[in-house]
T-cell receptor
Framework: GAVVSQHPSRVICKSGTSVKIECRSL??????MFWYRQFPKKSLMLMAT?????????EQGVEKDKFLINHASLTLSTLTVTSAHPEDSSFYIC?????????FGPGTRLTVL | GENVEQHPSTLSVQEGDSAVIKCTYS??????FPWYKQELGKGPQLIID?????GEKKDQRIAVTLNKTAKHFSLHITETQPEDSAVYFC??????????FGAGTRLFVKA
């Protein structure tokens, strides 16, 4: 199957700092990329949908100024958590879509101290 | 919009038994139904999918059935093994941008 990479896999940061997470589709061009957040033992919560070269569409309740998404190319999307706080600690997973097939990255565990 | 319900939330089976996870969807326009397996600390992995023009699909010990009339689809795992223990998510896709996912089923396979 198609491969989606995510970097870093784990990050620990201090409260107030910003963290950038990269998502790459390695062997295909993704028409659309998605960012999810997952709390322990919970389902996937869609945060935003992004298409290459256009602004991301955020789900209701997700602060677009806090979670900045850039979809620079058909193989790269980045999520920046700005001014991170402990409540932003979570497992963030990206996904890349080609046609109706959707492939997930391995996830990034963010811990904000 | 589409809504996907998944049952059960937790399923415990003995090694070698079968496991069945069921999902229902609300949008009759949904035409693609993937299933993902998520192991602890990892991202979900696509394990099998089915399109609306097919009633059943099988891949070794895994099979998926689709009933379009009733708007439900199921994942069947036969001869379960401890390594099948994971969280399983079903999804429904209508042809728009998003796949709507169920809440997940935590499967425990006891050796």
């Amino acid at each position: 199957g198609a491969v989606v990479s995510q970097h870093p896999s784990r990050v620990i940061c201090k409260s107030g700092t910003s963290v950038k997470i990269e998502c790459r589709s390695l062997d295909f061009q993704a028409t659309t990329m998605f960012w999810y957040r997952q709390f322990p033992k919970k389902s996937l919560m869609l945060m935003a949908t992004s298409n290459e070269g256009s602004k991301a569409t955020y789900e209701q309740g997700v602060e677009k100024d806090k979670f900045l998404i850039n979809h620079a190319s058909l193989t790269l999307s980045t999520l920046t958590v700005t001014s991170a706080h402990p409540e932003d600690s979570s497992f963030y997973i990206c996904s890349a879509r080609t046609a109706e097939l959707q492939y997930f990255g391995p996830g990034t565990r963010l811990t904000v101290l | 919009g589409e809504n996907v319900e998944q049952h059960p939330s937790t399923l415990s089976v003995q090694e070698g038994d079968s496991a069945v996870i069921k999902c229902t969807y609300s949008d009759s326009a949904s035409n693609y139904f993937p299933w993902y397996k998520q192991e602890l600390g990892k991202g979900p992995q696509l394990i099998i999918d089915i399109r609306s023009n097919v009633g059943e699909k099988k891949d070794q010990r895994i099979a998926v059935t689709l009933n379009k009339t009733a708007k439900h689809f199921s994942l069947h795992i036969t001869e379960t093994q401890p390594e099948d223990s994971a969280v399983y998510f079903c999804g429904a896709h209508t042809g728009g941008f998003k796949t709507i996912f169920g809440a997940g089923t935590r499967l425990f396979v006891k050796a």
